[in-house]
């Protein structure tokens, strides 16, 4: 069974910037189609950024120029680069396979933007 671990959360100021990452165990990343998602306070998770095994990028439209997924296969970790962060980018951010596997959420990492 597959299993993410997420890492680079904090706290940052409107305008800054973060990059998160998710180590995946095993042997069958580079064949996954990877994705990062978010749940906010009060909110459904919803999905903000794909990336498919051979590299198609796919985003929310919330996030659309501000967000970069990208992929490392060799290290089994794929990597969301976030920029001009805003308040409503408080959240949880976890990533999963695209579409997402129910068993294997990792614990997150947690982004607040406030000043």
């Known amino acids: 069974q597959v299993q993410f671990v997420e890492s680079g959360g904090g706290l940052v100021q409107p305008g800054g910037s973060l990059r998160l990452s998710c180590a995946a165990s095993?042997?069958?990343?580079?064949?996954?189609?990877m994705g990062w998602y978010r749940q906010a306070p009060g909110k459904l998770r919803e999905f903000v950024a794909g990336?498919?095994?051979?590299?198609?990028?796919t985003y929310a439209d919330s996030v659309k120029g501000r967000f970069t997924i990208s992929r490392d296969n060799a290290k089994n970790i794929v990597y969301l680069q976030i920029d001009s962060l805003k308040p409503e980018d408080t959240a949880v951010y976890y990533c999963?396979?695209?579409?997402?596997?129910?068993?294997?959420w990792g614990q997150g990492a947690q982004i607040t933007v406030s000043s």
């Open positions: 999963n396979t695209n579409p997402p596997r129910a068993n294997v």
């Open positions: 095993g042997n069958r990343f580079k064949i996954y189609a």
């Open positions: 990336i498919t095994e051979r590299g198609t990028l």
